[in-house]
């Protein structure tokens, strides 16, 4: 069983960073492809970013390239996502995802465990 917790979101203006954290425990991180999601209110999951077991290949969606990255250290068992030139329809909450397989996946039911979420609110 894999336990995750995000930190780092919080109240940012248009044109800002923030930097996402997902702490793993209870599992062997780097046995996991790790995902980013975020869901604003009233619309659906949406898929951001994933990474593979070693962090060497990553994919993200279209709508964050070039201004989201996903990162993983797996002696801190941690994953990343950081955020430039935020824009308010990036205003969702942000959750992390395990999933125990061998390919990175933009498919939400693919993944096996959960964090909580963390809000990210882009406003002036």
């Known amino acids: 069983q894999v336990q995750l917790v995000e930190s780092g979101g919080g109240l940012v203006q248009p044109g800002g960073s923030l930097r996402l954290s997902c702490a793993a425990s209870?599992?062997?991180?780097?046995?996991?492809?790790m995902g980013w999601f975020r869901q604003a209110p009233g619309k659906e999951r949406e898929f951001v970013a994933a990474?593979?077991?070693?962090?060497?290949?990553?994919t993200h969606a279209e709508s964050v390239k070039g201004r989201f990255t996903i990162s993983r250290d797996n002696v801190k068992s941690t994953a990343y996502l950081q955020m430039i030139s935020l824009k308010p329809e990036d205003t969702a909450v942000y959750y992390c995802?395990?999933?125990?397989?061998?390919?990175?996946?933009?498919?939400?039911?693919?993944?096996?465990?959960w964090g909580q979420g963390t809000q990210v609110t882009v406003s002036s």
């Open positions: 995802a395990a999933g125990r397989r061998w390919t990175m996946t933009p498919i939400h039911q693919d993944y096996d465990y």
């Open positions: 990474i593979t077991w070693g962090g060497s290949t990553t």
């Open positions: 209870g599992g062997t991180f780097k046995n996991y492809v």
